[in-house]
């Protein structure tokens, strides 16, 4: 399974999350449980056809990511909300295929399960 995994302001529109994304093709959008539920991030799960794994902030403690943000990591105990997201919802085992990226208020980042070897390297 392919997951996106993001970390967004509250601000952040439909368009921005859907640009942020651009031509990845996920299976499965994850981000914090405290943003799953805004307005936007349903909008582009629903445009997307999307299921949702929303995750509360204890998941993402400890998950060690290639990037870091001193401020994700004070506040969260991992470096990036997006790679935590997508290697926590992708399952055990799972591997960044595209680090975060930042496109403005939101920061994106894609994961393949372990049980998705078919898939190495691809995006879509």
Do not use: Y
Request: hydrophobic fraction near 50%; charged fraction near 25%; avoid cysteine.
């Amino acid at each position: 399974m392919i997951v996106a995994g993001l970390g967004f302001r509250e601000s952040a529109t439909e368009e921005e999350l859907a640009a942020a994304l651009g031509d990845e093709a996920p299976e499965l959008l994850a981000t914090l449980e405290a943003r799953a539920a805004l307005p936007a991030f349903q909008a582009l799960a629903r445009r997307l056809g999307l299921p949702v794994r929303a995750l509360p902030e204890a998941a993402l403690a400890g998950v060690a990511t290639p990037t870091r943000s001193a401020r994700i990591e004070e506040r969260f105990g991992t470096g990036s909300i997006a790679e935590a997201a997508a290697l926590v919802a992708a399952g055990p085992g799972a591997t960044l295929m595209r680090t975060r990226r930042i496109a403005g208020p939101v920061t994106i980042a894609v994961a393949r399960s372990a049980a998705d070897p078919d898939r190495k390297g691809a995006t879509a």
